[in-house]
């Protein structure tokens, strides 16, 4: 029979985690803030302004939050008494990415940098705070993300997007342990610095606008965004393929819908691996070698070829089913 998908309720503010929305209202803030002092009251670091890094995180931050929330909320309508210590996983969520945002904000209003400074005991002793904070939040996602695999009831594809983009954005933050590793020409030369985002070439070198990625050499900050990001991506991928049900027939089956989640997951893993790959072997995004676009090329080929499959399949089962 067909699995016609229901539209996807929407969550009422009030059942919403309050601290994690309150983390995200302040970040929004935050970041009109630094859009401010950015033009106001500038300060170079490392040959770029220095509020567009807390200006990032700000923004990062309230989507983390705001996804959070959200996550919570639909564990807690399926996952029965889970509700009490999820609330208190969520409020440490929040308190724990404050810090690091207020240690951020700090560093710049020194006007030195926050990330892999440990030049004197004090940014060494904040470094390792925000070190701990982020792993912290790390091992909190992964316990949500395994109350989330357990979970049962409601619609596969939407749990499945949910599984995969909890496992693939744990994967894409778990880059950023890469970064905390000191290169050879650090150890050989110690200049208060241990850790970078780039790899083959300094940090604060030529790089996109905004973003800051290398235009010359790796970034592990690429695949950090792109597998953290699953969070949001294969979620809203589920309900939007329910909202195409209505136009597509084949759509209106559970198992297709499911079946191109995990093709969508597969293609973001996939995606998260090959720019992981491609920044430690010191490439930029923006100068992929032939072995980068071959693999990409494959990988985009494979999801075509198995979502084309999956839909053929589903339209010719779907008048029987109907029937």
Do not use: Y
């Amino acid at each position: 029979m067909t699995d016609t998908p229901r539209p996807a309720p929407l969550p009422h503010p009030a059942r919403l985690h309050r601290p994690l929305l309150a983390l995200a209202a302040l970040m929004a803030a935050s970041a009109v803030v630094c859009v401010v002092l950015a033009v106001v009251a500038p300060i170079e670091i490392l040959g770029a302004n220095g509020w567009v890094k807390p200006l990032k995180f700000s923004i990062s931050i309230a989507i983390f939050a705001v996804t959070i929330a959200l996550i919570l909320d639909m564990l807690d309508r399926g996952a029965g008494g889970a509700r009490r210590w999820t609330w208190w996983a969520g409020t440490a969520v929040a308190a724990l990415l404050l810090v690091e945002q207020a240690i951020i904000v700090a560093a710049v209003a020194r006007g030195t940098t926050s990330h892999f400074n440990v030049a004197d005991p004090l940014v060494s002793a904040l470094w390792s705070i925000m070190g701990v904070s982020i792993a912290a939040v790390w091992v909190l996602t992964l316990l949500l993300g395994i109350v989330a695999w357990v979970a049962r009831g409601g619609d596969r594809a939407r749990r499945d997007a949910l599984r995969l983009g909890i496992v693939i954005g744990l994967a894409g933050m778990a880059v950023a342990f890469l970064m905390t590793m000191p290169s050879a020409s650090q150890l050989r030369d110690f200049q208060g610095v241990a850790g970078a985002h780039a790899v083959g070439v300094a940090d604060g070198g030529p790089g996109l606008p905004l973003l800051g990625w290398s235009t010359v050499g790796g970034d592990l900050r690429v695949p950090h965004f792109i597998g953290m990001h699953a969070l949001q991506g294969l979620p809203l991928l589920a309900l939007a393929l329910e909202r195409l049900a209505a136009r597509v027939p084949a759509l209106r089956l559970g198992s297709a819908r499911a079946a191109l989640v995990w093709i969508a997951g597969g293609m973001w893993a996939g995606a998260t691996a090959l720019t992981t790959w491609q920044a430690m072997r010191g490439e930029s995004i923006v100068a992929p070698s032939l072995a980068t676009v071959l693999v990409a090329a494959t990988l985009t080929a494979a999801a075509i070829v198995a979502a084309t499959a999956v839909l053929l399949g589903a339209r010719r089962a779907a008048p029987v089913a109907a029937g």
